[in-house]
């Protein structure tokens, strides 16, 4: 079954504490990407990589890292999480080109105490 | 830079009334056109899709139009149904200099009351 998988679903942390949200795709797709929901802002894009090795910023890249060693792999990164990253965050991939859809994971809900 | 215009909601319909969710576009050139649904606890999948002015997308009942002329993606349902609750999102794509820049509108919540 073609699917984008996050882990973990579900994580409390405390400020400072670095965590790993990992993505993962079965679909081959080059593009992958991170956004993170939150009430009345909608769907904001963190990072996103066109490939294996490129990656940069979206429009809300502060306080988060990615990398991309492999085609099918996306971590996100909290090297020290603060409470204002409290959120839905979701991964997605799709093929590279105009017109392609995205496919995305069931997410993860972050809280930082 | 490229942007996403639709209203928050939520939107409270009683079943079978007919749906419009205005979004509207800002964009260089042409880009690809979407409406993603997001049910309760679930992340987004694609809903409907246009690529190039004119095209309409359908699908479970479903419309949107890709309107050039007025940089919008209206999405329109004729009858809606309890189980078509859920937030719905308009995004737009856009391929520039080898980089792909995919932009989300807020999100409009959909209400259905029996």
């Known amino acids: 079954e073609a699917q984008v998988t996050q882990n973990p679903r579900y994580l409390i942390t405390v400020t400072g504490k670095k965590l790993t949200v990992t993505c993962s795709q079965n679909?081959?797709?080059?593009?992958m990407s991170w956004y993170r929901q939150d009430p009345g802002l909608g769907l904001r894009q963190i990072y996103y990589s066109m490939n294996v090795e490129v990656t940069d910023k979206g429009d809300v890249p502060e306080g988060y890292k990615v990398s991309r060693k492999e085609k099918r792999n996306f971590p996100l990164i909290l090297e020290s999480p603060s409470p204002n990253q409290t959120s839905l965050y979701f991964c997605?991939?799709?093929?590279?080109?105009?017109?392609?859809?995205?496919?995305f994971g069931p997410g993860t809900r972050l809280t930082v105490t | 830079g490229n942007s996403v215009t639709q209203m928050e909601g939520p939107v409270t319909l009683s079943e079978e009334a007919f749906l419009t969710i205005n979004c509207t576009y800002t964009a260089t050139g042409y880009p690809s056109l979407f409406w993603y649904v997001q049910y309760p606890g679930e992340g987004l999948q694609l809903l409907l899709k246009a690529t190039k002015a004119d095209d309409k997308g359908s699908n479970k009942g479903f419309e949107a139009t890709y309107r050039k002329e007025t940089t919008s993606f209206h999405l329109e349902k004729g009858s809606v149904q309890v189980s078509d609750s859920a937030v719905y999102f308009c995004a737009l794509s856009r391929w520039s200099g080898g980089y792909q820049k995919v932009t989300f509108g807020i999100g409009t919540k959909l209400q259905v009351i029996p």
């Open positions: 679909m081959n797709h080059e593009y």
């Open positions: 997605a991939s799709s093929r590279q080109g105009e017109g392609y859809e995205q496919y």
